[in-house]
């Protein structure tokens, strides 16, 4: 998909609001979202009515190739993800192709990234919410959390921290999707996926 020059693009982590959560499997687009924040050296504020929180910035070296990105955290759960990101859509203009989605993924390894544009929602209920509300078309990095031990149900792994062994990583591996989220925006999908699908 070409990349519309000046349209804005929306960031948006997956994730569920509250201390409680913060450090599981399922708010790894949280994660994210909160380091490409640092990056663009904003804070997130309220976003109005959008039941969200956002930061403005640019992300890109100067010149043609910097762009203008809104990270947000939906405070509205999860699966109810769909509302705030329509609502941000909407206020700030974003074509769906510029719609971004960072989220947990089940069926990919633990750390390893998948980049896409489109498709279905594989289960995961925070996809399923945007998809009622924007369709499919629009972006998605997956990183990959593996699939729960033994018989443990999906819904306590994903809403599970990751284990000590998987935090000696964490940081290297987030940091490695905010720069996939980088090189998307600045470069297209297909350079993206080039260099980190992994």
Same mark, same amino acid.
């Given at each position: 998909m070409a990349i519309e020059a000046g349209a804005p693009w929306l960031i948006v982590g997956l994730g569920n609001p509250g201390s409680e959560y913060a #450090?599981?499997?399922?708010?790894?687009?949280?994660?994210? @979202?909160? *380091?490409? /924040? +640092? %990056?663009?050296?904003g804070r997130f504020k309220r976003a109005g009515r959008a039941q969200a929180q956002v930061v403005e910035?640019?992300?890109g070296p100067?010149?043609?190739?910097? %762009?203008?990105?809104?990270?947000a955290k939906p405070m509205s759960f999860m699966n109810l993800s769909g509302g705030p990101v329509g609502a941000l859509r909407d206020f700030y203009k974003v074509p769906v192709g510029h719609v971004v989605a960072v989220h947990d993924e089940l069926d990919i390894d633990y750390g390893v990234l998948r980049l896409k544009l489109g498709g279905g929602d594989n289960g995961?209920?925070?996809l399923k919410s945007i998809t009622r509300? *924007? &369709?499919?078309?629009?972006?998605?990095?997956?990183?990959?959390?593996?699939?729960?031990?033994? %018989? #443990?149900? !999906? @819904?306590?792994?994903?809403?599970r921290d990751f284990s000590s062994g998987e935090r000696k990583e964490l940081e290297?591996? !987030?940091d490695r /999707? /905010?720069? @996939?989220? +980088?090189? *998307?925006?600045? +470069?297209? *999908? +297909?350079? @993206?996926? &080039?260099t980190y699908n992994s």
């Open positions: #450090m599981n499997r399922h708010n790894v687009g949280f994660m994210v @979202a909160d *380091l490409l /924040a +640092e %990056r663009v050296g910035g640019r992300i100067p010149g043609p190739l910097n %762009r203008r990105v809104i990270v995961h209920n925070g509300v *924007l &369709g499919a078309d629009y972006h998605r990095v997956r990183f990959g959390i593996g699939r729960p031990p033994g %018989r #443990m149900p !999906v @819904a306590d792994f994903v809403l290297y591996f !987030v /999707a /905010a720069d @996939a989220v +980088e090189c *998307l925006v600045v +470069e297209g *999908l +297909e350079r @993206a996926q &080039g």
